[in-house]
């Protein structure tokens, strides 16, 4: 090949090459741990924060609990000093109420009025959980109904004491009919305070708790006219108490012809050494002197004296014939004073008709030594 033939033929001139752009896998690499981490980051932040939410969620029904336990414990507790220091404590004076006078019986009923305002003004104040505004509205109105109550019988004690005929008959019937408050304060208290507390504390999945009861009236007797003149050692008139009409025309009464303490009769005119044995009776022998068969002839047997409380025996004789004596049996189980001068004071309540009483009665001085 000559040299003019060479230069001839055309010469082909290399094509260039792209530059590649400066760092373009390193920025896409970048870009995408960029979004991984911003993910990571979102879902942390979503993780905290659905943990924060559990975490005050857990605290919020914790307190909730907590408050509603709470409740439950402290309304328990004044339920319940309701019901040992002011309900059984009036009642109790209630059954002794014939052995004081009538201004020394109103004086202590109202003491323990002044207790149960002190009750509803602590119930009044309690922090009461959403859940518990149901009891907490029958609660005060059973402690108010309470403290009403007490009250009410306060202000007619005197009378049912201290009058006769009529009066103290409509004072008397007036105070069994304020039984029925108490015993209405009971039924709220059973029927709507103690279901509103259970609902809440289960619908808020709070176990372990108890729920107290708390019961005024000891017992349905108290809403007869005639129980509440038994426990005043009185008797209802004629038309007083519903059925208290005499049985029958002519003469009525009764006379005590003996009383005696086990195998010991009683002398009123001497002091008695008795020796006291648990469940040892008192018998007390009464004759119906009039001229008509008696119904339901209330029997007392008292002892006072010493530094022991006043005992209260009673009994009651469904029937005696006329001319016929019964015998009332009245066990002592309670422990009297002992070596110290008591007065046992025994009585049969006239019944309706009776016009002469005086023989209805009779005292015995005693001293008690232990068996």
Known sequence: MSFFDEDDEPRRR?????????????????SQTLLIRRGIALAAGVLVLVLLVIAVNSCRTSQKRNALKEYNENLTAIGQESERTVGQGFFQLMTEGGAGSPQDLQTAISQFRVQAEQQYDQADGLDVPGDMRGAQQAALLALEWRRDGLDYVAQRVRSALGDEGEAADAAIE??????EVFLASDVAW????????KRALDDNEVGGQRI???????????????????????????????????????????GIDSTAYGDTALAPDSSN???????????????????NDELDVQVTVRIE?????????????????????????????????TGAAVT????????????KTDNNESDYPAIFSRG
């Open 14 to 30: 290399p094509r260039a090459r792209r530059a590649r752009p400066a760092g373009g896998t390193t920025t896409t690499t970048d």
């Open 174 to 179: 007036e105070i069994a009919g304020q039984m």
């Open 190 to 197: 059973q029927t709507r305070v103690i279901p509103f507390i």
């Open 212 to 254: 107290g009861t708390s019961r005024f009236l000891p017992n349905l007797t108290w809403l007869e006219p005639q129980s509440v003149a038994a426990a005043f050692d009185q008797q209802l008139t004629s038309g007083g108490g519903g059925n208290r009409e005499p049985t029958g025309p002519g003469l009525h009464g009764t």
């Open 273 to 291: 050494q008795l020796t006291f044995e648990p469940g040892t009776p008192f018998i007390v022998s009464f004759t119906n002197q009039g001229e």
């Open 305 to 337: 004296g010493g530094s022991g409380k006043p005992i209260t025996l009673r009994t009651t004789i469904p029937t005696i014939a006329q001319g016929a004596t019964a015998e009332a049996s009245l066990p002592l189980e309670d422990t009297p004073a």
């Open 344 to 355: 046992i004071s025994v009585r049969v309540a006239p019944v309706p008709g009776e016009e």
